[in-house]
């Protein structure tokens, strides 16, 4: 008889983008994924000249954003650890 399972996993998206003067100057993508407990970053300067003047203000914006998706990380790691208990206690209904 085949084994036959199921695997479910999370994947959340957070995007940022910085603007200056409501121009936008730098997004950033973050992607978590509770199955690989992974966390992949993708940012980019969308106005480089924007970016440039304001360096290092939008650096503590992207800093923070990076440490919010960090946090969320840990988060869906814990929830992911919670269900994976539950599931081989039985009680997974």
């Known amino acids: 008889m085949p084994e036959i399972i199921s695997?479910?996993?999370k994947e959340l998206t957070?995007?940022?983008?910085?603007?200056v003067d409501?121009?936008?100057a730098y997004s950033q993508s973050v992607t978590i994924s509770?199955?690989?407990?992974?966390?992949?970053?993708?940012?980019?300067?969308?106005?480089?000249?924007?970016y440039i003047s304001n360096k290092a203000?939008?650096?503590k914006l992207k800093d923070e954003f990076e440490d919010m998706a960090i946090e969320a990380r840990g988060e869906i790691a814990a929830d992911a650890n919670k269900?994976?208990?539950?599931?081989q206690?039985?009680?997974d209904h």
């Open 89 to 91: 206690d039985g009680n």
């Open 22 to 24: 409501d121009k936008p």
């Open 57 to 59: 203000e939008i650096r």
């Open 14 to 19: 957070l995007t940022n983008e910085i603007r």
């Open 34 to 50: 509770s199955s690989r407990n992974e966390m992949t970053i993708s940012q980019w300067p969308v106005d480089i000249d924007l």
């Open 7 to 9: 695997s479910t996993s």
């Open 83 to 87: 269900e994976e208990g539950t599931a």
